[in-house]
């Protein structure tokens, strides 16, 4: 079966501009999580989405990031307006029950 | 809440050494207990977990860990490390479910280098 699945691997954009990150879960699974590392930082939660509502967006650090799922299949994570400290790797999971959490590889977020 | 606490960002072994990685948790209730390991440019992969039962969990690539409660520990250990085994590694935890999912807690990584 197929992993989940981030793009971009890589992302750099200028202070002030609008990066949008996709997640394609594995298929079938309900429960999509955004996550985010910051460099030297531990791994933080985001929020949570069950198919195509959002279940806990309680790490969600203001309100330039929105974070929509389409249908219950993948995911965005849109940053509006990017800024220097949302440079980080984000990485996305998805699961269907118990603690199969399987992550993607991540998205770096390179904002300059 | 919970909290994980990783001992040692960077970790150095030589190739067939014994691999220890340290974890502490804190937590208000018991636990649910993983690592993960990063290879570079891939995703976190389950090394292992524990729930319940058997405080001995083993898992993936000969890593095994052991919970223990009165030293609110869940070290990661390798009997003899390889090169391969050269990667960053995550404990991870949850209070288990909340609101019917579990909410994961990362430490902060630890950088394992193996020397040949």
């Known amino acids: 079966e197929a992993g989940v699945t981030q793009f971009p691997s890589h992302s750099v954009i200028e202070k002030g501009q609008t990066v949008t990150l996709r997640c394609d879960p594995i298929?079938?699974?309900?429960?999509l999580y955004w996550y985010r590392r910051v460099m030297g930082k531990e791994i933080k939660f985001l929020l949570h989405?069950?198919?195509?509502?959002?279940?806990?967006e309680s790490g969600m650090p203001n309100n330039r990031f929105l974070a929509e799922r389409t249908g219950g299949t993948y995911s965005t994570l849109k940053v509006q307006p990017a800024e220097l400290e949302d440079s980080g790797v984000y990485f996305c999971?998805?699961?269907?029950?118990?603690?199969?959490?399987?992550f993607g590889s991540g998205t770096r977020l390179t904002v300059v | 809440a919970q909290s994980v606490t990783q001992l040692g960002s960077h970790v150095s072994v030589s190739e067939g050494a014994l691999v220890l990685l340290r974890c502490n948790y804190s937590?208000?209730?018991?636990?649910?207990l993983f690592w993960y390991v990063q290879y570079p440019n891939q995703g976190l992969q389950l090394l292992l977990k524990y729930t319940t039962g058997a405080t001995l969990v083993k898992g993936i690539n000969g890593f095994e860990a052991e919970f223990k409660k009165s030293e609110t520990s869940f070290h990661l250990t390798k009997p003899s490390a390889h090169m391969s085994d050269a990667a960053e590694y995550f404990c991870a935890g949850t209070a288990g479910f909340s609101g019917g999912y579990q909410k994961v807690t990362f430490g902060t990584g630890t950088k394992l280098q193996v020397i040949p």
């Open positions: 298929s079938g699974h309900d429960n």
């Open positions: 989405f069950v198919k195509e509502s959002k279940q806990d």
């Open positions: 999971a998805s699961s269907q029950q118990g603690f199969g959490y399987t």
């Open positions: 937590s208000s209730v018991p636990p649910y």
